[in-house]
C-alpha cells in the first residue's frame, strides 16, 4: 500500500506508463547532479515529470523521505560492502582493493550529487549522523588495507583519513574533467598515497 500522507494522494497523472518511486528517486538524483538539493522540491519534480505532486504524495510522505533515499541510492552507488566484498575477491594485494574501491566511485557517481549531499548534511542532523556513520565504516575500511601493506595501527589510521580525504574531495578536484581524466589523476595521487 502506498505511503499516506496529509495530502490526499491520487493516481499519478501521467500521459504514459504510471510513475513509480524510483522515477522520482532518479528525476531527483539528476537535478541533485548540479551540486545542490535546492532543486530537489515537489513542484519542480513534477514538472519536469509532467505529473502533478498528487503523483509523489502516492509514493513519498515528505520531501525528507526523498531525501533519506537519495542518501540510500547514494550509498548503494558507493557500495562500500558491494565494492570491498568485490575487491576481496577480485584481488588479495590491498593496494589494488583501495583502487577498486576508488575508481568505482568515479565510475558510478559523474555528477555533484555527494557534494549536494554533504553540503545539505550541515543543516540536516539526521542526514549528517548517516554520512558520518558511513564514513567511519569506510574509514575502518581504508585503514585496514594500510595495515595489510605493513603499516602499524596509528599511522594506517592515519593514511586511511588522508586516503578517504582524497576520494571525498575527487569530484570537487576534477569534476569537470572526462571520467578517463579523472580515473587517470586518481590513479596517480593512489600511486602517491601508497608509497607513503
Same mark, same amino acid.
Given at each position: 500500500? !502506498?505511503?499516506? +500522507?496529509?495530502?490526499?494522494?491520487?493516481? !499519478?497523472?501521467?500521459?504514459?506508463?504510471?510513475? /513509480?518511486?524510483?522515477?522520482? #528517486? @532518479?528525476?531527483?538524483?539528476?537535478?541533485?547532479?548540479?551540486? +545542490?538539493?535546492?532543486?530537489?522540491?515537489?513542484?519542480? *519534480?513534477?514538472?519536469?515529470?509532467?505529473?502533478?505532486?498528487?503523483?509523489?504524495?502516492?509514493?513519498?510522505? $515528505?520531501?525528507?523521505?526523498?531525501?533519506?533515499?537519495?542518501?540510500?541510492?547514494?550509498?548503494?552507488?558507493? /557500495?562500500?560492502?558491494?565494492?570491498?566484498?568485490?575487491?576481496?575477491?577480485?584481488?588479495? =594485494? !590491498?593496494?589494488?582493493?583501495?583502487?577498486?574501491?576508488? $575508481?568505482?566511485?568515479?565510475?558510478?557517481?559523474?555528477?555533484?550529487?555527494?557534494?549536494?549531499?554533504? @553540503?545539505?548534511?550541515?543543516? =540536516?542532523?539526521?542526514?549528517?549522523?548517516?554520512?558520518?556513520?558511513?564514513?567511519?565504516?569506510? *574509514? #575502518?575500511?581504508?585503514?585496514?588495507?594500510?595495515?595489510?601493506? /605493513?603499516?602499524?595501527?596509528?599511522?594506517?589510521?592515519?593514511? /586511511?583519513?588522508?586516503?578517504?580525504?582524497?576520494?571525498? $574531495?575527487?569530484? @570537487?578536484?576534477?569534476?569537470?574533467?572526462?571520467?578517463?581524466?579523472?580515473?587517470?589523476?586518481?590513479?596517480?595521487?593512489?600511486?602517491? *598515497?601508497? $608509497?607513503?
Amino acid at each position: 500500500m !502506498p505511503a499516506q +500522507s496529509k495530502i490526499k494522494a491520487a493516481k !499519478p497523472q501521467d500521459n504514459g506508463d504510471r510513475l /513509480g518511486r524510483e522515477d522520482w #528517486i @532518479l528525476a531527483a538524483w539528476e537535478s541533485m547532479g548540479g551540486g +545542490s538539493l535546492d532543486n530537489v522540491k515537489v513542484n519542480i *519534480l513534477a514538472k519536469k515529470l509532467g505529473v502533478t505532486r498528487g503523483s509523489f504524495y502516492w509514493h513519498f510522505k $515528505s520531501r525528507q523521505e526523498l531525501i533519506d533515499a537519495l542518501l540510500d541510492r547514494w550509498f548503494a552507488i558507493l /557500495g562500500l560492502r558491494e565494492a570491498t566484498q568485490g575487491a576481496l575477491t577480485e584481488t588479495d =594485494d !590491498p593496494k589494488e582493493q583501495l583502487w577498486l574501491i576508488f $575508481s568505482r566511485v568515479i565510475r558510478n557517481i559523474n555528477a555533484g550529487q555527494s557534494v549536494a549531499l554533504r @553540503l545539505y548534511a550541515a543543516k =540536516d542532523g539526521k542526514l549528517r549522523r548517516r554520512i558520518e556513520d558511513e564514513d567511519k565504516r569506510r *574509514l #575502518i575500511h581504508y585503514a585496514e588495507r594500510f595495515e595489510r601493506m /605493513g603499516h602499524k595501527q596509528e599511522r594506517a589510521l592515519e593514511l /586511511g583519513r588522508i586516503y578517504m580525504a582524497v576520494v571525498v $574531495s575527487e569530484y @570537487l578536484r576534477n569534476g569537470a574533467r572526462s571520467r578517463q581524466e579523472r580515473l587517470d589523476a586518481a590513479r596517480q595521487i593512489h600511486e602517491t *598515497l601508497i $608509497s607513503l
